[in-house]
């Protein structure tokens, strides 16, 4: 069954690095988008990108964050300077369009550590 | 607004007996969808069910069942004759007539053997 994976499953960064992480969605899906779980709390939205742009970003997807798809697979989230409270768990997520592909199906998430 | 409520943080019962986590959501759009998802301690999230708000009839899957009420806007959901793997922590989302998914709090059902 096609899943959403996430590269790498951890992530350990020193305060103020750049990461990048890594998402290839469903290869039939349009839609992709990105959350962040802190530990021990809910799951918050950051941000849906559909045909090559953003379509909807939330409060906390600010100027340090970006998102890409540079190739027909991947799908990339860029924290360009981390800070302490940007460790959290992150997941990708990509659904189809229309009727049962409403269903936003999840990657099993990038844990990111910031030292 | 658009929000969804799990008013239970924990929740704890022996292996075999029933139980509903719930579910209250809010939102002014007239199409939305609503989502449960389960997050065991390995961390992913597992698609559980969707309902779209034109479609009340509850459903039951195996030991799983959903009772949608856009009456109350609740979307609760019942396991019955619980074991020990449905450990897990629950969430409860709704999606708007948009892109942007709000989950609730979560609930973290233990089952104890």
């Known amino acids: 069954e096609p899943e959403v994976t996430q590269t790498p499953s951890h992530q350990v960064t020193q305060m103020g690095q750049e990461v990048i992480l890594r998402c290839v969605p469903i290869?039939?899906?349009?839609?992709f988008y990105w959350y962040r779980q802190i530990l021990g709390q809910k799951v918050e939205f950051l941000v849906s990108?559909?045909?090559?742009?953003?379509?909807?970003k939330s409060e906390i997807f600010d100027d340090q964050f970006s998102v890409e798809r540079p190739d027909g697979s991947n799908f990339t989230l860029k924290i360009r300077s981390t800070k302490l409270e940007d460790s959290a768990m992150y997941f990708c997520?990509?659904?189809?369009?229309?009727?049962?592909?409403?269903?936003?199906?999840f990657g099993p998430g990038t844990r990111l550590l910031v030292l | 607004a658009q929000k969804v409520t799990q008013a239970q943080t924990e929740i704890s019962v022996v292996e075999k007996e029933d139980v509903t986590l719930d579910c209250v959501y809010e939102?002014?759009?007239?199409?939305?969808?609503l989502f449960w998802y389960k997050q065991p301690p390995s961390g992913e999230l597992v698609f559980l069910i969707r309902?779209?708000?034109?479609?009340?009839q509850n459903e039951i899957s195996g030991r799983y069942s959903w009772n949608f009420q856009k009456s109350t806007s609740s979307f609760n959901f019942t396991i019955t004759a619980s074991q020990v793997v449905d450990s897990a922590v629950y969430f409860c989302?709704?999606?708007?007539?948009?892109?942007?998914?709000?989950f609730g709090a979560g609930t973290r059902l233990t089952v104890k053997p």
């Open positions: 989302a709704l999606r708007p007539n948009n892109n942007d998914m709000r």
């Open positions: 939102t002014r759009d007239t199409t939305y969808y």
């Open positions: 309902r779209n708000s034109f479609d009340e």
């Open positions: 990108f559909y045909n090559n742009e953003i379509s909807e």
């Open positions: 290869s039939n899906h349009l839609y």
């Open positions: 997520a990509s659904r189809g369009a229309g009727g049962a592909a409403e269903t936003q199906y």
